[in-house]
C-alpha cells in the first residue's frame, strides 16, 4: 500500500507542476532558474525520452499503458518485498504513467526542467522517476534482470518502428 501512495504522489506532483508550467507559461519561455542548476523551460515533446519516435503519439501511448499494466500484474503475482525492487518499479510506473496521461489527453508530454550546466534533453519529474529505475537496477540482480527485459523490448520496438 506503500507503494501505491509512493506512485500516486509521484503523479500528483508531476502532474501539478506540469499543470502550472502550461496555465503559467508559452512554449520555449524559461521561467526561472533553481541554484543556478536547473531552469524551469516548457518544451512540448512529442516524442520519447530525447524525442525519440515523434509523431508516434498512438504507439507510445500504447507502450506507455501496456508497461503500466504490465507493472500492476507483475506487483499482484509476484509481490515483491525488497525495497529496492519495490521503489523500482514504483517509479517506473509513476513515470510511465505520468507521461501516458500528457499523451493520451495532450497529445504531447510536458517537459520542464532544463540543466543550465550540461546541455542535455528538457525533462520532467515522471522522467525522473524511469531513470532512476535504470540506477537502481544495478544494485538488485531481479531489478537488473526486469529492467533490462523492459528496456530491450522497449529499444527493440523503437528500432522497428523507427524504419516504419
Given amino acids: 500500500m506503500l507503494w501505491l501512495i509512493i506512485a500516486v504522489l509521484i503523479i500528483i506532483a508531476d502532474q501539478a507542476v506540469k499543470y502550472l508550467v502550461v496555465s503559467g507559461m508559452n512554449v520555449g519561455d524559461t521561467a526561472f532558474s533553481i541554484l543556478n542548476l536547473f531552469d524551469i523551460t516548457y518544451i512540448q515533446n512529442k516524442g520519447a525520452a530525447f524525442s525519440l519516435l515523434s509523431g508516434k503519439l498512438s504507439l507510445l501511448s ?17 509481490k515483491p518485498t525488497h525495497p529496492l525492487l519495490c521503489t523500482s518499479i514504483t517509479m517506473m510506473f509513476a513515470g510511465a504513467f505520468g ?9 504531447f508530454v510536458i517537459d520542464y526542467i532544463q540543466t543550465s550546466f550540461i546541455n542535455f534533453p528538457v525533462f520532467n519529474i515522471a522522467d525522473i522517476g524511469i531513470t532512476t529505475t535504470g540506477s537502481a537496477s544495478q544494485k538488485v540482480r531481479p531489478v537488473k534482470d526486469i529492467v533490462k527485459g523492459i528496456f530491450d523490448s ?8 523507427q524504419q516504419l
Avoid: E, M, P
Avoid at 500504447?62 to 509476484?78: D, E, L, Q, R, T
Avoid at 522497449?154 to 518502428?161: D, K, P, S
Fill in 62 to 78: 500504447i507502450i506507455s499503458v501496456a508497461f503500466c499494466i504490465c507493472a500492476v500484474i507483475y506487483w499482484i503475482k509476484k
Fill in 99 to 107: 507521461n501516458a496521461i500528457d499523451r493520451i489527453f495532450r497529445g
Fill in 154 to 161: 522497449f529499444y527493440t520496438a523503437l528500432q522497428v518502428f
